[in-house]
């Protein structure tokens, strides 16, 4: 079976225009996760959504914002970048609502996301 | 606030020996403990997890310690290999809610 599958693999945006990234989940999985990776440090959580509703949302500012589609795949949609905005985007799914023992998160490969 | 502490930074380890990664964490209601393992340019991989109701899991060479009174856990390399080296966090979670992750310990293991 195929991984959580990200696109693109790369994007390099300028500071105030928007951007678009997609993930395909792990066939089966029905929730999706975005978090978001600086270079050194650990993944931050962004979103969460589970059937296409939104069931958790982390400490970003409302220029992020995301969907999911009923086929589970989903949208992470970033406008007015800022420098600080450079980062690995990874997406994650998992069967229900992940992060715990039973349902685990896989994450895909990410977008790296530069705004010169 | 959840918090995740992990030490160290980076960490060298000649190829057989014991390559330790710790974490400490706040919030007593984690209840899922997972390590990940990140390798450049890809996205973390799960490595092993443990429930709070377990003081260690062992997985081939990975081993997980778990002190829940002292609120830290623990992941333990055996035999490290060069294949090995990549980049180690520690996270948490309780119920279904998101993982927290620790800043990551950057693992060189030497030929």
């Known amino acids: 079976d195929a991984g959580v599958t990200q696109s693109p693999t790369h994007l390099i945006k300028t500071r105030g225009q928007h951007v678009t990234l997609r993930c395909s989940p792990i066939?089966?999985?029905?929730?999706v996760s975005w978090y978001q990776q600086v270079l050194g440090q650990g993944p931050q959580f962004i979103f969460q959504?589970?059937?296409?509703?939104?069931?958790g949302r982390g400490n970003f500012p409302d220029r992020f914002s995301a969907r999911q589609f009923p086929n589970y795949s989903s949208e992470l949609n970033v406008n007015a970048l800022l420098l600080g905005d450079s980062a690995l985007y990874l997406c994650?799914?998992?069967?229900?609502?992940?992060?715990?023992?039973?349902?685990?998160?896989?994450f895909g490969n990410g977008t790296r996301l530069t705004v010169t | 606030q959840q918090q995740v502490k992990q030490s160290p930074q980076s960490l060298i380890v000649q190829k057989g020996g014991i390559s330790i990664i710790n974490c400490a964490y706040e919030?007593?209601?984690?209840?899922?403990f997972p390590w990940y393992q990140q390798f450049p340019g890809k996205g973390p991989a799960l490595l092993i997890a443990?429930?709070?109701?377990?003081s260690e899991k062992k997985e081939g060479r990975f081993t997980i310690s778990f002190n829940k009174s002292a609120k830290q856990f623990s992941l333990h390399i055996m035999d490290s290999q060069p294949g090995d080296s990549a980049t180690y966090f520690c996270?948490?979670?309780?119920?279904?809610?998101?993982?927290?992750f620790g800043k990551g310990t950057m693992l060189l293991v030497s030929p």
């Open positions: 919030n007593t209601a984690f209840d899922y």
């Open positions: 996270a948490a979670s309780w119920g279904y809610s998101t993982l927290t």
């Open positions: 066939s089966g999985h029905k929730s």
């Open positions: 959504y589970y059937e296409k509703e939104e069931r």
């Open positions: 994650a799914s998992s069967r229900p609502l992940g992060g715990s023992y039973n349902s685990p998160l896989h």
């Open positions: 443990i429930r709070p109701d377990v």
